[in-house]
């Protein structure tokens, strides 16, 4: 079965930037749409963004617009959260996850449709 390896989190201060890493195994990323999502202390785990099998974003939450990004390096079957500008609020555990499927036309970040999941990794912003 797959597996999604994150790493990448940690603990940084306002306005600054970091990538987290999400590596598969046991699949082939390049045929899957991902998301990223979050879990902020006494919240709900957040659906954040979601890109589709052609590179499309979309974001769902207004906030990381502008600032958060997801690359892609099919060759390394790993994707990638690109976060700039952090803020306190960003404070969370991030998960990634891949979809049951091919994404053309939008994407989503309802956890039904998504099959394999990271572990998480903590990212704490501190103001």
């Known amino acids: 079965q797959g597996h999604l390896i994150e790493s990448g989190g940690g603990l940084v201060q306002a306005g600054a930037s970091l990538r987290l890493s999400c590596a598969a195994s046991g699949l082939t990323f390049r045929s899957y749409g991902m998301g990223w999502f979050r879990q902020a202390p006494g919240k709900e785990r957040e659906g954040v963004l979601c890109i589709t099998s052609n590179d499309v974003t979309t974001y769902y939450v207004e906030s990381v617009k502008g600032r958060f990004t997801i690359p892609r390096d099919n060759a390394k079957n790993t994707v990638y959260l690109q976060m700039n500008s952090l803020k306190s609020e960003d404070t969370a555990v991030y998960y990634c996850?891949?979809?049951?499927?091919?994404?053309?036309?939008?994407?989503?970040?309802?956890?039904?449709?998504?099959?394999?999941w990271g572990q998480g990794t903590q990212v704490t912003v501190s103001s």
């Open positions: 996850a891949t979809a049951i499927r091919s994404w053309w036309q939008g994407c989503s970040v309802r956890g039904h449709e998504y099959e394999y």
